[in-house]
């Protein structure tokens, strides 16, 4: 019992001394922040762990308004994730779009794979989707880490699509400017690799994506 109470408590430790270490340089660090916020970025990524978007980015709290979930995908029938988009787009104002994959996510892995994971596999499928797209150009990459790290790739750019299909930002798009990016972390390195896919209008997606807005 003792192991798994310090085990939790740390947390608790922590957080009092990043509470003391924000106050002991801004008095006023957390009576300012609880005004509001403000985000330019909306940030959709994986949640690895390893993969905090305000660490690896170097931003501060209220910068950035996350939505994580496994191997950063963009289903259309995520209530949760439209539901995000939507009050960050519609009611935050953000100005940029990220969606940032990583190599070595082991969604990716496992769904490159015909192993039963448990109900996991349910969501992966539409990873699976993206492999069966590009399996040609995936089948030519004869080693399998760089078969994998080509995957999230391509799995990252097909989320910056999905995005762009959703009804809440094209019609953002008649209103205002907002950029979608694709972004890849290296765990390895600490490095971001930008993909260079940024849809920011309704000319970068197919015709029968296009809503009459």
Same mark, same amino acid.
Request: aromatic share 6%; charged share 30%.
């Given at each position: 019992m003792e192991n798994i109470e310090n085990s939790y408590t740390r947390l608790l430790e922590g957080n009092k001394l990043f509470a003391n270490s924000k106050t002991f340089n801004d008095p006023e660090y957390f009576k300012k922040l609880s005004l509001g916020q403000a985000p330019e970025y909306l940030w959709v990524g994986c949640s690895d762990s !390893?993969?905090?978007a305000n660490e690896i980015t170097s931003t501060k709290s209220g910068e950035i308004f996350v939505h994580r979930n496994v191997a950063n995908l963009v289903v259309h029938t995520d209530i949760n994730l439209l539901s995000v988009i939507e009050y960050a787009v519609n009611y935050l104002g953000v100005k940029h779009i990220i969606v940032c994959g990583h190599y070595g996510c082991g969604g =990716? $892995?496992?769904?490159?794979?015909? *192993? @039963?994971h448990g109900? =996991? *596999?349910n969501w992966l499928v539409n990873?699976?989707?993206v492999y069966n797209k590009h399996e040609k150009e995936l089948l030519g990459i004869t080693e399998i880490d760089k078969r994998?790290? !080509?995957l999230v790739e391509l799995n990252v750019i097909e989320q910056v699509r999905n995005v762009a299909k959703t009804?809440?930002?094209q019609q953002a798009? $008649? $209103?205002r400017? @907002?950029?979608?990016?694709g972004w890849v972390y290296g765990i390895n390195s600490g490095l971001i690799t930008d993909l260079c896919c940024i849809h920011d209008e309704q000319e970068d997606i197919e015709t029968i994506y296009r809503y009459k807005i």
């Open positions: !390893r993969v905090p =990716v $892995k496992a769904a490159m794979s015909n *192993d @039963l109900f =996991v *596999d990873i699976k989707n994998e790290d !080509r009804t809440i930002v798009w $008649k $209103k400017s @907002l950029h979608i990016h």
